[in-house]
């Protein structure tokens, strides 16, 4: 499997509980993808991740980074009002 993911936003905080839940709700929005943060060391990152088979093609896995990137981008957007990843 090939893990395929796009970062929407980072603290160095946990996130907070409303902006936590949010994220939860948001997957059921994805078919195969998922939020989650992920720990750092010194920041929390909130990544959308979706698993593409490792055979799978050209086509189909430039179509899952093309997903993800476009998904946490909108939320990314939503969330920061701008593009910092």
């Known amino acids: 499997m090939r893990r395929v993911f796009s970062a929407a936003f980072a603290s160095e905080d946990p996130l907070p509980g409303v902006l936590a839940n949010r994220l939860l709700l948001d997957n059921s929005l994805y078919r195969v993808a998922a939020w989650q943060v ?48």
């Open 38 to 85: 992920v720990n750092t060391g010194d920041t929390y990152v909130a990544l959308l991740s979706a698993f593409v088979p490792a055979d799978a093609g050209s086509k189909e896995l430039l179509g899952a980074i093309g997903d993800v990137a476009r998904a946490a981008n909108r939320v990314e957007e939503d969330l920061t009002g701008g593009d910092c990843f």
